[in-house]
């Protein structure tokens, strides 16, 4: 009986729209940090309120994007631009639109205070809800609770404490993402050549690269017409 195998068909086009809600599963964290970010008040946050110019982008969507991936570490403005094409849960948060890295550098720099406070925010929020981590940034108070106390002005002391390390938290992501955009201004990232970007003629590239590459595979095969292995010619030369 022949072998049987799923189907797995990339060439078809959908002929229905995709849900986007079916991307994930129901407990990953985006959908917690997209819930958290909408119970904020975004009115601090720049936007042109003159309707002049091309659409922008909402701060909402812009801030859910650059929290989910600085607490995912992903940092430079041009690595979040390409994860809104490659990472599911990155599509999801932008309803598959892509900012490019030029607004989404401005974004940040020009709410960092706000960015900075509407974060912590979150981070609280996670924390209120006993969730112990937002991806890798801990909110589960461990730092704090070993000095715990019942008396009100403590523990008011001790919460105060607790959003200053959040916010400490929060300025060393940014200071990350800075790092990151000087250092992807530096160093180009891997592209794929133009005449490869059609699949047609990708596909003709890579024949006529292993037609080249034939001769060598050749030479190292045995006798029997089967290739060896590495472990097998090292034991012919010792013999």
Same mark, same amino acid.
């Given at each position: 009986?022949?072998?049987?195998?799923?189907?797995?068909?990339?060439?078809?086009?959908?002929?229905?729209?995709?849900?986007?809600?079916?991307?994930?599963?129901?407990?990953?964290?985006? =959908?917690?940090?997209?819930?958290?970010?909408?119970?904020?008040?975004?009115?601090?946050?720049?936007?042109?309120?003159?309707?002049?110019?091309?659409? @922008?982008?909402?701060?909402?969507?812009?801030?859910?994007?650059?929290?989910?991936?600085?607490?995912?570490?992903?940092?430079?403005?041009?690595?979040?631009?390409?994860?809104?094409?490659?990472?599911?849960?990155?599509?999801?948060?932008?309803?598959?639109?892509?900012?490019?890295?030029?607004?989404?550098?401005?974004?940040?720099?020009?709410?960092?205070?706000?960015?900075?406070?509407?974060?912590?925010?979150?981070?609280?929020?996670? =924390?209120?809800?006993?969730?112990?981590?937002?991806?890798?940034?801990?909110?589960?108070?461990?730092?704090?609770?070993?000095?715990?106390?019942?008396?009100?002005?403590?523990?008011?002391?001790?919460?105060?404490?607790?959003?200053? @390390?959040?916010?400490?938290?929060?300025?060393?992501?940014?200071?990350?993402?800075?790092?990151?955009?000087? @250092?992807?201004?530096?160093?180009?990232?891997?592209?794929?050549?133009?005449?490869?970007?059609?699949?047609?003629?990708?596909?003709?590239?890579?024949?006529?690269?292993?037609?080249?590459?034939?001769?060598?595979?050749?030479?190292?095969?045995?006798?029997?017409?089967?290739?060896?292995?590495?472990?097998?010619?090292?034991?012919?030369?010792?013999?």
């Amino acid at each position: 009986m022949p072998a049987r195998f799923v189907n797995v068909d990339r060439q078809t086009p959908m002929f229905l729209p995709c849900d986007l809600r079916e991307w994930l599963p129901a407990d990953h964290i985006v =959908h917690f940090i997209l819930d958290a970010v909408e119970q904020l008040p975004l009115h601090h946050f720049r936007v042109n309120t003159r309707g002049t110019g091309s659409e @922008q982008y909402p701060p909402a969507m812009m801030l859910a994007l650059l929290i989910y991936c600085y607490a995912t570490g992903r940092f430079g403005s041009r690595t979040i631009e390409a994860a809104t094409f490659s990472d599911v849960a990155v599509r999801f948060i932008c309803a598959n639109q892509h900012p490019d890295h030029a607004s989404i550098c401005t974004f940040r720099t020009a709410n960092e205070p706000a960015f900075v406070a509407a974060f912590t925010q979150v981070l609280q929020l996670a =924390h209120h809800l006993r969730l112990t981590q937002v991806g890798s940034v801990s909110v589960d108070g461990s730092k704090f609770a070993a000095n715990a106390s019942k008396h009100a002005a403590v523990s008011y002391q001790r919460a105060g404490e607790m959003i200053a @390390q959040l916010e400490l938290e929060v300025q060393e992501l940014i200071t990350h993402a800075k790092q990151a955009d000087v @250092q992807e201004t530096k160093t180009p990232g891997l592209d794929i050549p133009a005449e490869l970007r059609r699949r047609e003629q990708r596909v003709a590239a890579l024949q006529r690269a292993r037609e080249l590459g034939g001769g060598a595979t050749t030479r190292i095969r045995g006798q029997s017409g089967r290739p060896r292995s590495a472990t097998r010619r090292g034991q012919e030369a010792a013999g």
